[in-house]
C-alpha cells in the first residue's frame, strides 16, 4: 500500500492528527481494543499491512497512534526521545513486576540508574561473560539423553536464567530455574491480560484527567493533584483470582531476589553489577532504597533472561526448518574445532546472523510505546501531549520497503553490506535511542555463544510446527517441541 501523507493544517508546516488514516477494522466501541486484547498480531498485521508512517488506532479513551516505518520510529524513540515517556499502558501493567526499575521508570530517576549501570553493559565489560555463558549452557545440556524429547523454550529459558543470574548477580538459579519459570509466566500472563483491560484503562483515564486538572489548577492545588494523578499510573490494588495468583507469584519472586541480594551481601566485595547497585547506597548518586534494589535486580534478572530465551527458541525453530541453515552452522560450528570461547565471536558469524534473523521474524519484544509528555510532531503530524504512539517491531520487520519476501527465513539479510544499507531503525528487537535495550550487546554476544555450545554436540529434530502465542514476550505456543540426538564427533 502507498504511503499516506496528511496535508498540513493551514498556517503551519505540521498537519494536524485528524488527518491521519484510521487504521483498518476497529468497528464497534471499543474499537481495535478488542483486537489489541484478543489478538495483538492481527494487530500488529493490519499494521503491517498499512505500512504508512503514522495510522490512528480506535480506542475508546485515548489517542492512540501507530508507528509504521523506519523513519517515524526513528523519530519518536532517537530524535524526538526528550518529548515522550514510556507507554502509561506498559509500565501500568508491568508495575507489579519490574516496580520503578530501569525498564519502567522515566526522568532523573531512570538518568540516575541508567548511568550507574550503563558500564557494566559496556561491550568491553561483557568478556568477563563470555566463560559463564558457555558453562551455563554445558551445565543445562548436559542433562540431555539421546532421544530426549522436551520443548526447547524450557531448556534455554533454563540455560538464560542461569546465565543472568551468574553473570549480573553471582548466583546460581539452576536448580530453582523451573519455580522461578513458572512464577515469572504466572506474573507475566498478568502483565499480558491487563494490557489494554478496563481496570488498566479506568486507572489511566483518571490519572489523565487529574492531570490535566493540575495544569489549571491554582498552585495550592496542583501538588496535591499531580501525586494522586502519578498514584493513579500504577495499580492500587490487583484484583480477582489473577490479582491472587499475581500475589503469590509476586511473593516467589521477591523471595528469590531477597536471597540474591542477601547472599551477595555476605560475600567478599567485589565489581559486579550487584555489588553496584548495593555500593550506591554510599556515593553521591545518593541512597538507593531496599525498595529500589528489589525493583532494579528484578528487572535486569526478568529482562537479562526471558527475552533471549525466547529469541534462541525461535532460532532452533527456524533452523529445523531451513536445513541449508542448519548446515552451514553445524559447519561453522565443527570448524571450531573445540568448546566456543570469547576468542570465537569473530568465527562465529553465521550463528549471529541465524539469531539476528530469528529476532526480526519473532522479535521477543513485539510491541512497545511512547506516550507524549508534552505537544510534539512526528512524520510532519502534531502529536497533543497524552498521545500514545505503538511502536511494533513485528510489524515493522516485514515492512515491505525495507524487508522484501518478509516471512522467508535469510539471514544473509544481516550482512555487513546489507546491514549498513538499511536505515538504522529498520531493525528494532531491542529499541533504539536513549532507552534502547541496555542488554543488547550481552544478548548479542549470548546468542551465537549458546547456539554453538549447544550445536557442537547435538542435533535437534522439530517434533510438531510452533506458532507465536502473543504473550508480554513473543513466546512459541509449544515450546518449540523437538527430539535431541546426540553427535558423534569425528576427533579433530
Ligand atoms: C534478545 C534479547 C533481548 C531483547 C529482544 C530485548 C528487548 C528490549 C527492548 C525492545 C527494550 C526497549 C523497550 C522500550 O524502548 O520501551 C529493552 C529494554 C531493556 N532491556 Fe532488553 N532485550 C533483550 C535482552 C536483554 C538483556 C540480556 C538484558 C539485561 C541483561 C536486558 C535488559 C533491559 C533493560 C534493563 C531495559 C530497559 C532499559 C532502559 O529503559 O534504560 N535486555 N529490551
Redesign the pocket.
Known amino acids: 500500500m502507498p504511503s499516506t501523507e496528511p496535508s498540513p493544517v493551514p498556517g503551519s508546516t505540521s498537519a494536524s492528527l485528524d488527518a491521519v488514516p484510521w487504521l483498518e477494522g476497529g468497528e464497534g466501541w471499543t474499537g481495535h481494543n478488542a483486537l489489541i486484547r484478543r489478538d495483538r498480531l492481527a494487530f500488529a498485521r493490519l499494521v503491517a499491512d498499512a505500512a504508512r508512517p503514522l495510522s490512528r488506532v480506535r480506542t475508546p479513551f485515548a489517542d492512540v497512534v501507530a508507528v509504521g516505518t523506519p523513519e517515524t520510529a526513528h523519530e519518536v ?1 532517537v530524535e524526538r526521545a526528550s518529548d515522550f515517556m ?2 502509561a499502558m ?1 509500565r501500568f501493567v508491568l508495575y507489579p513486576l519490574g516496580g520503578d ?3 519502567t ?1 522515566d526522568g532523573e530517576l ?1 538518568k540516575r ?2 548511568k550507574l ?1 550503563a558500564p557494566l ?1 559496556h561491550p568491553g565489560a561483557l568478556t568477563t561473560y563470555a566463560e559463564d555463558m558457555v558453562a551455563c549452557t554445558e551445565r543445562t545440556i548436559s542433562s540431555w539423553r539421546d532421544g530426549d524429547e522436551f520443548p526447547i523454550f524450557r531448556e534455554t529459558t533454563r540455560i ?1 536464567m542461569s546465565i ?1 543470574g551468574k ?2 548477580f553471582d548466583a546460581d538459579t539452576f536448580s530453582e530455574a523451573d519455580d522461578i519459570g513458572a512464577a515469572l509466566t504466572e506474573a507475566l500472563d498478568w502483565t499480558a491480560s491487563q494490557a489494554g483491560a478496563p481496570f488498566a484503562i479506568a486507572h489511566l483515564t483518571t490519572a489523565r484527567m487529574l492531570q490535566k486538572l493540575s495544569d489549571r489548577a491554582p498552585a495550592a492545588l496542583k501538588g496535591k493533584l499531580e501525586a494522586a494523578s502519578l498514584r493513579l499510573r500504577m495499580p492500587l490494588f490487583l484484583p480477582g483470582k489473577e490479582g491472587q495468583s499475581l500475589r503469590r507469584a509476586l511473593d516467589r519472586l521477591d523471595a528469590h531476589v531477597q536471597h540474591m541480594i542477601d547472599d551477595r551481601r555476605s560475600s567478599p566485595a567485589r565489581n559486579d553489577l550487584l555489588a553496584r547497585l548495593l555500593n550506591a547506597h554510599d556515593d553521591d548518586l545518593g541512597r538507593m532504597s531496599d525498595k529500589q534494589l528489589r525493583d532494579e535486580v528484578l ?2 534478572f526478568v ?3 526471558e ?2 530465551a ?2 534462541l527458541a525461535w532460532t532452533v525453530d527456524l533452523l529445523c526448518r531451513n536445513p541449508e541453515w542448519y548446515a552451514r552452522v553445524r559447519e561453522e560450528v565443527d570448524a571450531l574445532g573445540h568448546r566456543p570461547t570469547l576468542e570465537d565471536l569473530p568465527r562465529l558469524a553465521v550463528c549471529l546472523r541465524v539469531f539476528k534473523e530469528a ?1 526480526r521474524i519473532h ?3 513485539y510491541f ?3 506516550t507524549a509528555q508534552r505537544d510534539t510532531v512526528v512524520g510532519n503530524v502534531q502529536i497533543p501531549r497524552f498521545t500514545n504512539m505503538v ?1 511494533l ?1 513485528w510489524a515493522l520487520h516485514r515492512h515491505p520497503r525495507v524487508w522484501p519476501d518478509p516471512e522467508r527465513f535469510d539471514p544473509d539479510r544481516f550482512l555487513a553490506a546489507n546491514e549498513s544499507a538499511r536505515h538504522r531503525s529498520a531493525w ?13 550487546h ?3 554476544m ?2 551465537p555463544l549458546v547456539l554453538a555450545t549447544m550445536f557442537r554436540d547435538h542435533d535437534f529434530e522439530l517434533l510438531m510446527r510452533d506458532e507465536p502465542e502473543p504473550f508480554a514476550t513473543l513466546r512459541p505456543k509449544k515450546g518449540v517441541p523437538v527430539q535431541v540426538r546426540k553427535r558423534v564427533r569425528k576427533a579433530n
Open positions: 524513540l514510556k507507554s506498559l526499575g530501569l525498564f521508570s531512570w540508574q541508567r549501570m553493559f538464560t543472568a553473570t549480573l528487572t535486569l529482562a537479562g533472561h527475552t533471549t525466547t529469541g529476532l522479535p521477543p519484544v512497545f510505546g511512547r511502536i517491531p528494532l528487537p531491542f529499541g533504539a535511542g536513549p532507552r534502547v535495550c541496555i542488554g543488547n550481552f544478548a548479542l549470548e546468542g
